[in-house]
């Protein structure tokens, strides 16, 4: 009998022993493969609606083959942080990005350089001696209808990179001295926007330069309310003879004025001097409920526009053009960019408030943005001369592209509307011939989020409690079959 307990007693024992060992080794096992996934550097599952911290496949076609090194420096973030996560897979997705998370005490010669302030954070990107310095605030801006913070990481960090590898970073100058708009003032959201492109803007008063700067890759004239002077005229015109560009905007006028060099300038696209009205639309799909003004236009394809499906503008005037073999003269070819329905009409008269046509107003449709490209020098094979083009991006509106809100109890700017925003700055990418170097705007909403008290134990019973539930599981079936025998 002695004999046989013991033999019992054994087994047990065996058994109980085989199943330590088995938990040992699957937990020895779960933490191994942990370890060996986190070793792989895989990008981590996003959960996000809009995959804030997942790179976008323009980031990743655009930086997969750049040639040079270049190092990502966070300076004062935690290793945890969720953009150094968003970081990493640039890495992944060309190994001469490097993400490095530095501090004040492991890389003070950084921090000097680049003027960090000890406690404080900041992202240094580098190439060879090219830098852009981003801060914190620079990776969020606000929704200016919700006041939700509206996440911009991959575009800052993508933005950043492909500018300190950029052979030539294109600069946008803004005509100063004959408008009411400036990109100080009225402007603001736009510049916003465009300091998040490649794009470096500046101002220009061409009767104190005399010129146009010959590093003006595209020239901003934003509704001349006074002709322009002879400095200025003759100066836009060796610009333009010589291949620049222009992005114009042209808002409505009460009143007929005469702008000789203004209408001298548009006429050598072949536009013609614009009339004193604003386009309606009879079309409530075209338009906003409120106002026939407010038009909502069609969208013709091209390589501005092939990215917008809508915008929206505010008290448009039609553009002129001459005659088609008036055009072909000039060596300048038109394409329409936008257009106010065959149902809008051309209103002249702004003493009446009604909504319909009246007599003597014309009918549409009109081009209400266009782009005209002239033939400055023709390519001539014999002598190896190249072909000069001089673009001309030019808009029947201005307040589309502004600061200003479409009624005094709105606080939302009209570029904020649809693609308002968008389609300024593709003209600007077009114009200054970035192509499709980057167009990563992700204007996602994002709301910073607090769990509460019972949110908070069901995150942290999944992360705990769960493993340890299987661990007791396994060990109450076990003591169960044992039992059992």
Same mark, same amino acid.
């Given at each position: 009998m002695k004999n046989i307990i013991e033999k019992i007693r054994k087994s047990l024992l065996v058994k109980r022993t085989t199943t330590i060992i088995f938990m040992i080794v699957l937990i020895a096992l779960f933490i191994t493969l942990t370890l060996w996934i986190n070793s792989l550097g895989l990008n981590p599952i996003d959960f996000t609606a809009e995959k804030l911290y997942t790179l976008t496949q323009t980031s990743k076609e655009k930086l997969k083959n750049i040639d040079s090194d270049i190092n990502i420096y966070f300076v004062g973030y935690d290793e945890k942080n969720a953009i150094i996560d968003l970081a990493k897979q640039y890495h992944n997705v060309n190994n001469k990005i490097n993400v490095e998370v530095v501090d004040a005490i492991s890389r003070p010669d950084l921090v000097q350089k680049y003027g960090i302030e000890n406690n404080s954070s900041g992202i240094i990107v580098e190439c060879g001696e090219k830098t852009k310095i981003l801060s914190s605030y620079d990776l969020y801006t606000t929704d200016p209808t919700t006041y939700e913070q509206i996440d911009i990481t991959e575009e800052k960090l993508t933005n950043s990179i492909l500018y300190v590898v950029a052979e030539k970073v294109p600069t946008v100058y803004f005509l100063e001295g004959y408008s009411d708009f400036s990109i100080n003032q009225n402007l603001k959201y736009l510049s916003m926007y465009l300091?998040?492109?490649?794009?470096?803007?500046?101002? %220009?008063? %061409?009767?104190?330069?005399? !010129? +146009?700067?010959?590093?003006?890759?595209? &020239? %901003?004239?934003?509704?001349?309310?006074?002709? =322009?002077?002879?400095?200025?005229?003759? !100066?836009?015109?060796?610009?333009?003879? @010589? #291949? #620049?560009?222009?992005?114009?905007?042209?808002?409505?006028?009460?009143?007929?004025?005469?702008?000789q060099n203004v209408n001298k300038i548009l006429s050598i696209y072949g536009v013609s001097p614009f009339e004193s009205g604003f386009i309606n639309e009879t079309d409530s799909s075209k338009r906003m409920s409120t106002a026939a003004s407010i038009i909502v236009p069609d969208v013709k394809y091209s390589a501005i526009t092939k990215n917008i499906s809508t915008t929206l503008l505010l008290?448009?005037?039609?553009?002129? =053009? %001459?005659?088609?073999?008036?055009?072909? @003269?000039?060596?300048?070819?038109?394409?329409? &960019?936008?257009? !106010?329905? @065959?149902?809008?009409? =051309?209103?002249?008269?702004?003493?009446?408030? &009604?909504?319909?046509? +009246?007599? #003597?107003?014309?009918?549409?449709?009109? !081009?209400?943005g266009a782009e005209l490209q002239k033939q400055i020098i023709a390519e001539n094979d014999e002598t190896g001369e190249k072909e000069k083009i001089s673009k001309l991006v030019i808009y029947g509106e201005n307040l589309f592209i502004s600061d200003y809100t479409l009624n005094s109890s709105s606080q939302t700017p009209i570029i904020t509307y649809f693609n308002n925003k968008n389609i300024v700055i593709d003209s600007i990418s077009y114009l200054v011939d970035r192509g499709e170097d980057i167009v990563i705007r992700k204007d996602t909403n994002t709301v910073n989020y607090t769990a509460t008290e019972n949110q908070n134990n069901i995150i942290q019973a999944v992360i705990f409690g769960v493993p340890v539930l299987i661990i007791l599981i396994g060990i109450l079936v076990w003591q169960h079959r044992r039992r059992k025998k």
């Open positions: 300091s998040n492109e490649i794009t470096k803007y500046d101002t %220009v008063n %061409v009767i104190t330069t005399g !010129a +146009v700067p010959e590093d003006c890759d595209t &020239l %901003v004239i934003n509704t001349p309310n006074e002709d =322009f002077d002879d400095i200025t005229t003759n !100066a836009i015109i060796n610009y333009i003879n @010589n #291949g #620049g560009n222009i992005l114009w905007f042209n808002a409505t006028s009460t009143e007929k004025q005469n702008l008290n448009a005037t039609k553009i002129n =053009f %001459v005659s088609d073999e008036e055009l072909e @003269n000039l060596n300048v070819t038109k394409t329409v &960019l936008l257009e !106010a329905s @065959n149902t809008s009409f =051309f209103r002249t008269n702004f003493e009446t408030t &009604l909504n319909n046509k +009246v007599e #003597g107003e014309e009918e549409g449709p009109f !081009a209400v």
